[in-house]
């Protein structure tokens, strides 16, 4: 019997004088959901982060605070590791580049390449960046400025020592010909084509110690320190070396994915590959770029004071929400937008009234109706109802999840997940446990209603648990399940009623309780004596805020009936992709029921509930007209999923 392959999974090392924000979040959170995804799977992970502690700004950083480089790194370096800590990353090695062993290694493969000549020592003239510690050339460089940072630059004149890269150009366009899925996504891959459609010059990897001292030191030359090419990207080799409870680097390379950033694709795609050339070295089998976050739409910066901080959002909504909310938003790869008001939509939607509704229902009648024991199921009692549901759970963790996982699309993932969510809330409704419970001769019925709700949440848990591992445990717990989430749950397929019934379920504290948020209010407007034509104009305009405070979705009409005593009111049952809500609509005058079911509609879905004739309506739908109704804001001619955004 052959092992599988090891999972070697990492993440950029972050710069050490950085300030965690969302995009470190990020790639870390996405990896961390492999590891876990994988160890369940019953794989052998290796999953790497870590720091970038050279350079000059570190060099600057320390001299300003009157303390020794290597000082100023560990008083940063714990920034990071409590972050990971309170975001629940399960990584298994944390590298600093200021770590012996991997200075030890740097220099190694330094060495290597200068004996094999594909390093040499030139002149070099170039506009230089000092926050970006790089080269320009003329080209490159507008008004002063550093086309990346906006940042003035100065030109610079000095011998350095350069790796002949521009040699492998040919055979790195060979590999990425051959191997399709080197880079990822395809968008991305892309990119790195055109970028090889130019000549590749050589990398200068190294500075002067008399311009900077705080770094590695060349080998073969005691005047120099290697650049940050050389030091940051070996660190995915060295590691191997000293991290692993055995350290194996021919056992974990080549890296099974390499999650970076879009703004270093070509670090790692073209400087690392053309590296791990010239030392021989297998490369590895992906490098997967994700796009940026803005905020509210706009571009994060220090300047604007829109720079999420994690360890803040972690402290007042979770780590878990936070997961959920990053890896859910947009497809990974893609470029997102992180707003408040979609946060909290997310988490009062999709984890308070989705998954936490699911598992308080269901542990309050396991524990109302079969005293607090989960009740077994009678084959006689069991209805397509039934057979649908846990035929869903089933492909879910079978098929859905791995097909998704591997192909790190954690989006379609998280739909897959919920929709299996709202497939378990609608059977709870269909059902009505609370109507078979005021009759003893329901009783089998009423137990197997009850014991797949419970299999479909312990299902659930297993799904999960990659993404919202604290959330899982509690599931769990209020199950009465005795899950160890550290082994490889998933390495033989799971069945159906084979681990839930006879659990003794206890009741916790919601999961995810809703948010709830003042409703906008209105500026006060001037009195009508001091105000100009043209300032009344501007109080009936909107700001581009406050049309983002509205959230419009895709939904499908999926029933709807007319509001009793009401003409005009319509009680409609839509969905939105991760729930079904009940929206009382006034189109009851346009429409009779029949007609409109089935119709793809837009909807308001971020309304506070609101009850139209004593019943409630948990959302508004778009339509046209001034005192009446003329018609449905629809989607005819094109299929879109409901709960699509509308913007």
Request: charge should be negative; hydrophobic fraction near 40%.
């Amino acid at each position: 019997m052959t092992m599988p392959e090891p999972f070697y999974i990492t993440t950029p090392i972050y710069y050490v004088n950085d300030v965690p924000h969302i995009g470190h979040a990020y790639t870390t959170i996405a990896a961390d959901v492999l590891a876990r995804w994988h160890r369940l799977i019953g794989e052998k992970v290796f999953f790497l982060t870590g720091l970038d502690e050279h350079g000059q700004k570190v060099q600057q950083a320390a001299a300003k605070a009157g303390i020794a480089p290597q000082a100023h790194c560990d008083q940063l370096a714990p920034q990071f590791q409590t972050l990971w800590q309170k975001l629940a990353i399960s990584h298994d090695g944390f590298i600093r580049t200021t770590d012996a062993q991997h200075q030890t290694v740097v220099q190694r493969l330094l060495q290597k390449l200068y004996d094999a000549q594909l390093i040499y020592r030139a002149e070099y003239t170039g506009w230089y960046c000092t926050f970006d510690e790089r080269f320009w050339t003329e080209k490159d460089v507008d008004n002063g400025l550093c086309p990346d940072c906006q940042r003035p630059v100065e030109q610079l004149g000095e011998n350095n020592y350069f790796f002949r890269m521009g040699q492998f150009q040919q055979r790195l366009l060979d590999h990425l010909e051959a191997n399709p899925s080197f880079i990822r996504p395809e968008s991305r891959r892309n990119e790195v084509l055109g970028f090889l459609q130019k000549p590749l010059e050589d990398l200068s990897i190294s500075r002067p110690k008399s311009r900077l001292s705080w770094g590695i030191e060349l080998p073969f030359d005691a005047d120099y320190v290697t650049y940050v090419w050389f030091d940051a990207l070996v660190n995915y080799i060295s590691g191997l070396e000293y991290l692993p409870p055995q350290p194996s680097v021919e056992r974990l390379w080549p890296a099974t994915v390499h999650l970076v950033g879009k703004d270093i694709l070509t670090t790692h795609a073209v400087y690392w590959s053309t590296m791990l050339m010239a030392l021989e070295i297998p490369l590895p089998h992906a490098i997967f770029a994700h796009g940026w976050w803005t905020v509210n739409g706009e571009k994060m910066s220090k300047s604007r004071g829109n720079v999420v901080d994690p360890y803040a959002v972690v402290d007042q909504f979770g780590a878990d929400a936070f997961r959920y909310f990053l890896l859910r938003e947009i497809p990974f790869g893609q470029d997102g937008d992180f707003s408040h008001e979609s946060f909290i939509g997310r988490i009062n939607s999709d984890l308070a009234n989705g998954l936490g509704n699911l598992l308080s229902r269901t542990v309050t009648l396991i524990q109302r109706c079969c005293q607090g024991i989960v009740p077994s199921s009678h084959p006689s009692e069991v209805t397509e109802l039934e057979t649908e549901l846990q035929a869903a759970a089933e492909s879910l963790i079978q098929e859905t999840m791995p097909h998704h996982v591997r192909r790190i699309e954690f989006n379609r993932t998280l739909e897959a997940t919920w929709g299996l969510i709202q497939l378990g809330n609608q059977y709870i409704d269909k059902t009505a446990p609370w109507v078979l419970a005021k009759d003893p001769a329901n009783a089998k019925r009423l137990q197997t209603v009850l014991f797949h709700a419970a299999e479909t949440l312990r299902f659930l848990c297993l799904a999960a648990y990659p993404f919202m591992p604290n959330t899982a445990e509690e599931m769990a717990r209020q199950l009465g399940l005795s899950h160890d989430f550290s082994q490889a749950l998933l390495k033989n397929p799971i069945a159906w009623g084979d681990g839930g019934s006879g659990a003794t379920v206890v009741k916790g504290k919601a999961l995810f309780p809703r948010i709830e948020t003042p409703a906008a209010q209105s500026p006060a407007k001037p009195h009508p004596e001091a105000s100009t034509p043209a300032s009344k104009d501007e109080d009936d305009l909107i700001g581009i805020q406050d049309f983002q405070n509205v959230e419009l979705k895709v939904a499908k009409i999926l029933a709807a009936e007319r509001v009793p005593k009401s003409s005009k009111l319509l009680k409609l049952q839509v969905d939105l992709g991760t729930e079904q809500r009940q929206i009382v609509a006034g189109i009851g005058k346009k429409y009779s029921p029949e007609d409109i079911i089935g119709k793809t509609i837009v909807v308001v879905a971020n309304l506070k509930p609101a009850k139209l004739m004593g019943v409630e309506s948990q959302g508004m739908v778009l339509a046209a007209g001034d005192q009446e109704v003329q018609g449905l804001v629809t989607f005819e001619d094109v299929d879109i999923h409901p709960g699509t955004k509308v913007k």
